[in-house]
């Protein structure tokens, strides 16, 4: 089979290129097809990664000696996922493998379903389509902790391949049909399917050529105009994340309905792997978690009558402890990596714990953001509400007296070294003054947030997972943000 499998990926003899170790970043260890990530290199890593979720799980009574292996859409994702199921059984484990792609929640819950030890999922997220990756999925359907990942790269370094006296066993599941089950549960699906069908509320999804296609359909079963559903490796010539760069198809699709048709529309965007959401208002206006989780968290106490704590990320607008606050709900912050929201989401009751960069997770579900069991919340808010996202978002500014507008950029950097000089600014000169305002305060619990002294921040963060500076800030206007922002990308450009 590696014959076979090297044979297709292999690179030409004049190519030369150095494979980097084996290291974890936010959300699992992402590498480039071919080079870094290989069928060699992931047949090493899920034995290991089953052993490390074996030690750390294996002592609960109902989990079976058994790892779930699940795969989205990208190129030859499938056939890394075979290669890892057939790993894994010569290690000894017994492994469900799908029986086709599914959002990466899909294969968490299933995880947490059928008492494994964890999942194994073959996705690079919203990563460019050169890349796959691994995400490794602990015994409670949720992204492991940091401590788990180190311990898997360790063992990487010193133990040699994983094979067992007695083989396990390969069985095959669908993926779909129980989660959607499940997740209907969760909402109103009746009410929800009911406007739909009357012609009162159209949903557009921007599924981005990614393994969130065909979810809404099933889920709702009922009218939903569905974009980018097709396969595609190169993923239209983008990376499959929801920001506004990607999304031109949507928003001149719901700004023609609006103009032709009549009732509220919302337009949903998933990234590659089904597990980050943003939305389009009726207007074709972009709308990220930062103003979802407002509204989610207004819908979740007040019409849904739930509660427990509110988790956001140190990038998370200052919006949300405010409405947090309307409704009684204590919150909590926390670096950015839905990993350490779902470490709170153990150890506490939380009603909802988001990020940024469009990740959600609920107390209703598993402790995994899960961009469906969100689009339906999104859209039971809008169906029992009556009302436009940014309608239901403008009433809960006005109702804290927080107006605030928010935006991020990501800058691509040349190389390591210059992420290492960036770092060195940072800590030897630290920033007293950004686009002419003093700084207030600098946090660095990830990253470097700059409070600026009209309330506006500012933070400065290196991608865990790409080369890539990111650079997030929120203030009163978008003028004031643009221009932040600006002067962020000249100061990171003069090294």
Known sequence: ??????????????????????????????????????FERV???????????????GDEARLKKSVVVGYDRRFMAEDFAQVAAESLVA??????????????????????????????????SHNPPQYLGVKVKGAFGGSVSPEVTQQIEAMLESEDSLVAASPGRLDSFDPWTEFCANLRTKVDIDGIREVLESGRLTVFADVMHGAASGGLPKLLEAPVRELNGDRDPLFGGSSPEPLPRNLTGLFEQIKTHRREAQGLSVGLVFDGDGDRIAAVDGDGNFLSSQTLIPILI???????ALSGEIVKTVSGSDLIPRVAALYDL??????IGFKYIADRMLSADVLLGGEESGGIGYNTHIPERDALLSALYVLEAVVQSGKDLSTLYRELQEKTGFLSE??????????????????????SQPLTEIAGKAVTNCQTTDGYKFRLEDGSWLLVRFSGTEPVLRLYCEAADLQQVRSTLEWAKSWAKEE
């Not at 034995?47 to 750390?56: C, G, K, N, S």
């Not at 207004?298 to 849904?304: D, G, Q």
């Open 91 to 124: 290690a000894g484990y017994d492994v469900l493998l799908a029986q086709t792609y599914a959002s990466t929640p899909a294969f968490s819950w299933a995880a947490h379903r059928y008492g494994a030890l964890g999942a194994i999922v073959m996705t690079a």
């Open 406 to 427: 928010y935006d991020r950029i990501d800058l691509p950097l040349a190389s390591m070294d210059v992420r290492s000089k960036l770092v060195d600014r940072l800590e």
């Open 1 to 38: 089979m590696f014959e076979r499998f090297s044979t297709i990926v292999a690179h030409p003899s004049s190519v030369s290129f150095s494979v980097r170790p084996i290291r974890f970043g936010t959300d699992g260890w992402r590498g480039t097809i071919a080079a870094d990530f290989t």
């Open 330 to 335: 204590p919150v909590y912050e926390t670096p």
């Open 298 to 304: 207004e819908h979740l106490a007040k019409r849904k």
């Open 43 to 57: 047949a090493r890593v899920a034995p290991i990664a089953a052993r490390v979720l074996e030690q750390t799980y």
